[in-house]
Each structure stands twice: as C-alpha cells, then as structure tokens.
C-alpha cells in the first residue's frame, strides 16, 4: 500500500493595521454582527493576524472601529460642504416600532461636475413628528456638519402638513440670522424687473420649500382613481384578478405558459396599473373561463374602458419611474411633467385622465412656488421655454443667487484676511486728527463698497440678457450639467446654474436610504443602539470606497 504525499499550501499575506480595521468595518456596514470576529470561524481565519496587528476584535473595540469610521465620513463631507449652497432632503420611516428621521444633503460637486448625493443623519425620533421637533433635527444636523443655515437653499419634502411648517420654521430661522436690510437689497436693475416681481422679491425666501414631485403626481393619479366609475372598474378587475389566483386555474394558467395574475395594495396605484396590465395580458385566457361562468364574463366595453385605463396609468407609471431616477434635474422634471400633462390633456373622452390632468394644473402652482425650480429650469437652455409665464421671477432669483454665491466667496475672502487694524495712543492734541483720518477711511471705504456694489450689478444683468437672447439648444442628448460646462455657457451664469440645476425634485434618496436600513435594521438585529445604527447608515449609505 502506498503513502499519500500531503502537500500544505501557505499564503503569506501583506496587511497593515489600517487597513484590517477598514475591512472590519466594513464588514459590519455589509451586516455582520459584532458577535462576528469573536466567533471561533473568524478566529481561525484571522485572530492570528488580529494578533499579530494589534487588533483587539472585542465587541467594544469592534464598536468604537465603526464610530471612528464614522467621524472620518462626516469629515469627509464636511470639507466637501464647506462654504456651499446646498439643498436638504428629509423624510421619516417607522421600523421595529421605533421611529427615525433621514437627512441628506445634495449639492454641486467641482470635481465631479454633476451633483451628488450624501447621507447627513438617520437619527431617532422619540418625539411627536411635529414641525419644531422635526425642525430642531435638522438644525442640530447642520450644526454638527458645520453647514450655515442660511447656505440652505431649499428643503425637499412632502407635503405633509408637519414637513410644510418644517420647511416655514427653518426659513424664518435663516432670515432671522442674517442682517435683514441687507438681505434685502438686491443686486439687480429695478428697470429690468415689475413693481409686482421686485415686491415679491423683499421677501423672498431664503430657504425654499421643495415638494416631493414623485409623491405630488402620486395623489394626481390617486384623485384620477377616486372618481366613481374609474373606482367601479378598478374593484371589478380586482375581483376577476382574485378569482384566477385559485389553485386550480393557477395551475391551469401555467400549463398553458400564461404569467400568474396580480392583485393590487389599494393604497399603492402602481400595483393597480400592474394588477390591469396583467389582466389585459391574461383576456384569451379570461375569455376561455367566461364561457359557463359569469365570474369572469367581461364585456367588450368593459374591455375596451380597462385598456383605456391601462393606457392612462402606463403613461404615470412611465413618468413616474422617470422621476425616481438617482440624477434628475429640475429641468428634466419640468419637461416630464408638462410632457405628461399635455399627453393627459389629448384625452378628453376619458374622466381620469381629465381628472389627473386637472389635478396636475393644480398641483402645478404649489411646484412653481418654489422659485429654484422655476430658475433652474429657467438656466437649462433646453427647456428655457417652459418658463416663459415665470421669467420674470426666475431672473431675480438668478439675480438673488449671485449675491448669496458672492456673499460667500466675499466670507471667505475675508476669513483667509487678517485684520488690518492698529491701536494708536495719541495725545489729546491729536484727537481731532486721527477723528478726520478715521472719517476720510469711512469716506473711503463707502466709495469702494459702492464701486464694488457697481461692479457686482452690471454683468449679471447683462449676461441674463444675453442668455435670454441665445437660441434654446434642441440637443436632448446631453445632460444640462454638459451643457453648462461647455465652454459656450456663459461664465458668470455658469456658477448659478450649476448650484440651481443641483436641486433635488424628489426625495428618492431618503427611500434608498430607507431600503438600506431594512437590510441591517433586520429582525435579527431590531436592539441595535441608534448610534452605532447611524454609524453603520452614513458609512454604508455613502459608499465607504467613495470616500476615500
């Protein structure tokens, strides 16, 4: 019998300290346990190399890896927030019986020439949501980012009663922090604008409320559906869709290579278009049951009123998936919007679409209320045109955001400059000189603040004119950050489009973040403190490798 030559195989692997604990680190963000490295599995693997490093994999050390992980993210954004104009999204999710508030942050990015997206906060709410605790959150959250309130340009949310009064309390907050007189003063030609538009602008607001476009044509298609025959329908497909789900003919629709039939979530009217869809998918079959059996007898109108209504649901759902997508732009909602109106509007024989459409002009108003969105679409030069009836409101906010841009750069002009400032002790003799020495500087510095005041007006003014004389560009194909980056924008308004043009139309990013938390805020994992829930979310969420 012979001998069986074993061979041992040895990896010898290179590895620092560093670098062990960010693979630790990131193995809680992706769901392990802190239970995990103490176990004899991880042990075996390696608690030789944790040894070897220095490493101590107690739950308590594991804890304070993903802490310090933490604070190096939120520096990381810190640095790349500082001394922007920036937008806040916000929105409030119930898991495991324990409430949480999302807070992220979106802003341009110079590097990335586009906007981005990150994760300030998902803190836990034991309060009553109402609009000065929800309030409070944020406010301590830009605190502890180091983001001025009054560099908040907007706060998307929906339209909840509690988030609007959110939104109310933090603009009278950012206006209350600043000097109002010369908050007040614009940098604009009053030739240029109405009486009414240069009323509206003394008092503007300084941080605008945003509503959720996604959740607005969201109560649009559910007052469609309300409407009584549209309702009488819906409950009719439902009843077909319920009595196909039977075993028998579930089995009977998979033999004859048929997909299964859907039931809808009544408060969710995209399951309904797909409970429809599919039934318009399943009428041979249908058809084929009706014969011997009223339960599914449909009739050719019937037939006829649900494809209709397939019809108008698929063209919402379509927009509505266009919508939720990660880098929309205002410009980009606006055209989608109104595309969706205007196919809405053609169908003037059908009650819900009419009924959506009306609905959309309605909602329509409380969208354009909010003059970023108006501006922002106002700088994309694709679809310039959409804001015709609100020109003159977005040229003062353009005008607006110029001052607020200069406002910062002038801030941080000023922190880079030590003061020069001397402390002379004169005799009494000289008194009555150096008080005309300090009234000719005052003199001095008034004309300078008068010349810059001069300076600052003028090109703004006539680069908005040359924009609006500039032909709208029929290219669809590029993004309006492209467009806005070309070498042919104009320079000064390049700035201001490209903070307005970062504004968030929906909260879709607060969703995904919520999507994140059900995979780690599992059943398994329900106790979890809120700090180290939070410290794995603003890890996770905002891409450990992405930091870097």
Known sequence: ???????????????????????????????????????????????????????????????????????????????????????????????????????????????????????????????????????????????????????????????????????????????????????????????????????????????????????????????????????QLVRHVRKIATSMRRPKIMSSLDNDGYNRPKLDMETRWGSTYKMIDRLCELQPAIDKLAVGNDDFMVSEENWRKIRHLKEVLSAAFVTTTRLEEEHLTPGDFVREWAALHHLLSTKTTCVVSSTIAGEMVRRKNLLFNNRILVAATFLDPRYRILMKDYSSEAKATVANTYRRLQNIEQCETDSTMSPDISIVNSSSSDEQETRDNFDSILHQMEMTENERSHKMESPIHHSIRNYEKQKPIRNKQNSVFEIINDEKYDTILRPIAQTLSALPVTQVSCERLFSLMTLIFSDWRSHMKPDLLQAILIIKANDLSKTD
Do not use: W
């Not at 176990?39 to 994999?57: E, N, T, Y």
């Not at 594991?62 to 802490?67: A, D, G, P």
């Not at 810190?78 to 324990?98: S, T």
């Not at 933090?170 to 030739?191: A, R």
């Open 1 to 231: 019998m012979g001998h069986v030559k074993i061979i041992t195989k040895r990896a010898t692997i290179s590895m620092d300290r560093e670098t062990f604990i960010r693979g630790i680190v990131q193995q809680v963000a992706d769901g392990a346990s802190l239970r995990f490295f103490s176990s004899k599995g991880f042990q075996i693997i390696a608690g030789g190399m944790a040894k070897k490093l220095d490493v101590s994999l107690c739950r308590e050390n594991i804890r304070k890896y993903v802490l310090e992980e933490e604070q190096r993210v939120i520096n990381e954004i810190k640095k790349a927030v500082r001394n922007k104009l920036v937008y806040i999204k916000m929105d409030g999710v119930r898991k495991h019986h324990r409430d949480f508030v999302g807070i992220n942050v979106q802003f341009y990015c110079n590097e990335k020439q586009s906007s981005v997206v990150k994760t300030l906060a998902c803190v836990e709410s034991k309060e009553r949501k109402t609009g000065e605790n929800l309030a409070d959150i944020v406010v301590n959250i830009l605190e502890k980012y180091g983001i001025k309130l009054t560099n908040v340009l907007a706060l998307v949310v929906d339209s909840a009663s509690n988030m609007t009064k959110t939104a109310n309390i933090l603009n009278t907050m950012s206006c209350q922090s600043e000097d109002l007189e010369n908050e007040q003063q614009e940098l604009t030609d009053p030739s240029s604008f109405t009486e009414e538009n240069l009323n509206e602008m003394s008092t503007r607001l300084n941080i605008h409320h945003q509503r959720c476009s996604v959740h607005l044509l969201q109560l649009c298609v559910k007052k469609g559906l309300e409407c009584s025959s549209s309702n």
